[in-house]
């Protein structure tokens, strides 16, 4: 039954975002895993038409914030507003209420707004004004960047990176893809409305029989002796996190499950781990200015590290 729901969804956000099918499951694996995606790219690459079709597949709630220079936090968790006609003031919810919220070109607005999100990507919850609301079952953020290096962006702090589970790159398409895009484009599929095949209520149940595929004893300790790992390279000012360690986990328990299994073999862990680590480490500026990347720095540690059969 979950293997045909997985094949559901894939086919629908394979209407809009064509010819990528293991990102697709990567964006599949966080939703179950109740994760956040952080999509990093050049514009123009189908950043937000991905996020779009996750959100249009399910039938959850969606927002989108198009983040700006000027954004405030308050645009994001919602305000006090004050009354008149009762004398007092109302909280108006944000965004930030919704199922599904796609934070586009997060990069592009400040800090002190980015950080807005923390709360709720961590807790599921925001505070305002002293007052604590919780947020819907399922919540995920699903935020597209630019490259930190365009013009008028921001870097994320590093506190913020590590809320997400993980961090794809959509990269240009090849040329069968490009044919396809093109086809599909002059027949106007794209304008076609995309349905949705799941419920939000099926989304839930999903993601708690993904917390029932089995795990063995090795191969916790081979995605802890990854992480360990990132913390002695000299290529680093400091490695993965704990939290990095249980979401890697976490990434590699989903994927089994949509990949057909109730079980992890050691070639889910190591694909999660190229999704899960490289964003979460903090490179020192001699490695930045050798443009080393945390994805080859990951393969490294992997390939020190002995897997299990």
């Not at 969606?62 to 645009?75: E, K």
């Not at 240009?172 to 484009?185: C, G, I, S, T, V």
Request: aromatic share 6%; proline share 4%.
């Amino acid at each position: 039954m979950s293997s045909e729901k997985i094949r559901r969804i894939t086919d629908n956000i394979g209407q809009r975002f064509i010819g990528k099918e293991s990102i697709i499951e990567d964006m599949i694996v966080a939703l179950l895993a109740g994760g956040h995606v952080l999509i990093e790219d050049v514009p123009g690459v189908g950043k937000t038409t991905l996020a779009k079709a996750l959100a249009s597949s399910v039938s959850c709630s969606f927002s989108r914030i198009q983040f700006t220079p000027d954004t405030l936090p308050s645009d994001i968790t919602g305000a006090s507003v004050y009354r008149s006609d009762i004398g007092q003031f109302e909280f108006v919810k944000g965004p930030a209420f919704s199922q599904i919220l796609l934070a586009d070109e997060i990069n592009r607005t400040s800090p002190k707004t980015q950080s807005a999100l923390l709360e709720a990507m961590e807790e599921g919850q925001v505070s305002v004004d002293g007052t604590t609301y919780k947020l819907s079952d399922p919540f995920m953020v699903i935020a597209t960047q630019n490259p930190s290096e365009h013009i008028g962006t921001y870097q994320l702090p590093e506190a913020q990176l590590d809320r997400f589970l993980m961090k794809i790159s959509v990269g240009y398409p090849d040329r069968q893809r490009r044919d396809e895009l093109a086809h599909a484009f002059l027949e106007g599929r794209f304008e076609e409305e995309l349905s949705a095949v799941l419920t939000a209520e099926e989304v839930v149940s999903m993601s708690a029989e993904v917390r029932e595929v089995r795990i063995s004893d090795e191969l916790v300790s081979y995605a802890l002796d990854i992480i360990e790992g990132t913390r002695t390279l000299r290529e680093l000012e400091y490695g993965a996190s704990p939290r990095a360690g249980l979401d890697l986990l976490l990434a590699s328990r989903a994927l089994a499950y949509v990949l057909g299994r109730d079980f992890v073999i050691p070639e889910d862990i190591a694909r999660m781990a190229l999704r899960v680590i490289p964003h979460r480490l903090v490179l020192t500026t001699e490695s930045h200015m050798s443009r080393i990347s945390g994805e080859s720095l990951v393969k490294k540690v992997m390939d020190s590290v002995d897997r299990p059969e």
